[in-house]
Each structure stands twice: as structure tokens, then as C-alpha cells.
């Protein structure tokens, strides 16, 4: 496994567990915060894999992108 699927499949596993307690708190909604330089192609590009899982997986995603991308989560 590459560098960048390890990242991503611990980026995923912090995603699920803020979900899971957010779910358990009674809540529809978690971000993920990210601080990504505007040149660093390799996370830019994981957020946007992380995006296209939860889509894929059914979650309702918006990204919103500044000095800091924030990534939020919805759910039914």
C-alpha cells in the first residue's frame, strides 16, 4: 500500500468515528477541517477522494475551500 492510501484510509477511519459520534450525540452533521497549502497537489487530491467516498457511500458532502477546506457531512 502507498503512502497516500495509508493518509487516506486514516483519513477515513477519523471520518467514520466523528460520524459514529455524531450519530450518537443526536446530530446530522459533522465537519472535517483540513489545512492544505494551495500548492499541495497530494492532499488536495485526498480531499477530494474522501469527498467522492462519502458521496459514493451516501452522505450528503459540501466542500467549502479557503485558507482552510472544510469539508461538512450530512446525513438523514
Known sequence: MSEYDD???ENKN???R???QGKQA???KVSAVFAISKRDEFRKSMV???AIWLITDGYKV???EGEL???T???D
Do not use: A
Open 7 to 9: 493518509k487516506l484510509n
Open 14 to 16: 477519523i471520518i467514520l
Open 18 to 20: 466523528n460520524i459514529e
Open 26 to 28: 443526536g446530530v446530522n
Open 48 to 50: 477530494t477522494d474522501l
Open 62 to 64: 459540501s466542500l467549502k
Open 69 to 71: 477546506e472544510i469539508l
Open 73 to 75: 457531512i450530512e446525513w
